[in-house]
């Protein structure tokens, strides 16, 4: 069904409440293309149910042993994990993330053989100009110690703090310099041209206009992951737009 390469990243966040339910999710989200981002818990649950889908993890931790209560990214690896989601913005704002431990983390994502998808963006609304200064400023502090090789692996999710669950989602003109900015920036850094995907309010009556773009390499979805119906609504418009 899906014939390119583009990235359908579901972020389910801590939902839903039962396994039963991941199941049910898992199978609405089970098609080419699409990464599924369950909450750790149910990581396992839903590898077994994905055929067409890949396993993506919210997080990761970059060592293993006495860390009680993490999860290494080698152990997310043997779980079937191929993506994993690293500095999202709740993450950053409610535990304490910084950029010394984003990189730490993606460095050790990379090391497991697990794709990184690194969230950036601005805390407010401001002009593409102020937000290009924050989001070029992030990326400069969250890559220490990683490869010019390891770079060209790393997926960079633009998410404006801003847009994410409020139901306010930017509009494509705004994004399109802002990853243009960061393409450039990661380019200059790697050489390489990476996945750039857009995330923050996507929903089923949004997103086509984030498809028609073949500036975006895809789409993060949030609240809207975890609604069998929506989540159902997003793949089957973007299919329809051979996204
Ligand atoms: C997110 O969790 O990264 C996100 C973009 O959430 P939402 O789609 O709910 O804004």
């Known amino acids: 069904m899906k014939t390119n390469n583009k990235l359908i990243v579901m972020n389910w966040k801590c939902n839903p409440r039962?396994?039963?339910?991941?199941?049910?999710?898992a199978v609405a989200s089970d098609v080419r293309g699409v990464v599924v981002c369950p909450p750790s818990v149910f990581l396992c649950s839903v590898a077994q149910i994905l055929k067409q889908a890949s396993l993506?993890?919210?997080?990761?931790?970059?060592?293993?042993?006495a860390y009680t209560g993490e999860y290494s990214?080698?152990?997310?690896?043997?779980?079937?994990?191929?993506?994993?989601?690293?500095?999202?913005?709740?993450?950053?704002?409610?535990?304490?993330?910084?950029?010394?431990?984003?990189?730490?983390?993606?460095?050790?994502?990379?090391?497991?053989?697990?794709?990184?998808?690194?969230?950036?963006?601005?805390?407010?609304?401001?002009?593409?100009y102020t937000a290009i200064k924050a989001v070029v400023t992030e990326l400069n502090n969250s890559?220490?110690?990683?490869?010019?090789?390891?770079?060209?692996?790393i997926i960079l999710?633009?998410?404006?703090?801003?847009?994410?669950?409020?139901?306010?989602?930017?509009?494509?003109?705004?994004?399109?310099?802002?990853?243009?900015?960061?393409r450039k920036y990661m380019m200059?850094?790697?050489?390489?041209?990476?996945?750039?995907?857009?995330?923050g309010s996507v929903s089923p009556e949004n997103v086509s206009s984030y498809a028609v773009s073949p500036f975006i390499d895809g789409v993060l979805v949030g609240g809207a992951s975890?609604?069998?119906?929506?989540?159902?609504?997003?793949?089957?418009?973007?299919?329809s737009l051979n996204f």
């Open 18 to 25: 039962s396994i039963a339910e991941a199941r049910v999710l």
């Open 188 to 199: 200059d850094l790697s050489n390489k041209k990476i996945k750039i995907i857009y995330g």
């Open 143 to 153: 890559f220490t110690g990683i490869s010019k090789d390891n770079l060209g692996k």
């Open 226 to 239: 975890a609604n069998k119906q929506k989540s159902a609504a997003i793949i089957e418009k973007l299919h």
């Open 73 to 128: 990214f080698g152990q997310l690896k043997s779980a079937g994990v191929k993506y994993a989601i690293i500095g999202h913005s709740e993450r950053r704002l409610l535990f304490g993330e910084n950029s010394q431990i984003i990189s730490k983390k993606i460095a050790s994502a990379l090391a497991a053989g697990i794709s990184p998808i690194v969230c950036i963006g601005e805390k407010k609304r401001t002009t593409v």
């Open 56 to 65: 993506g993890a919210q997080n990761g931790f970059w060592a293993e042993g």
């Open 157 to 182: 999710a633009y998410e404006p703090i801003w847009a994410i669950g409020t139901g306010k989602n930017a509009p494509l003109d705004e994004v399109l310099p802002i990853i243009s900015a960061m």
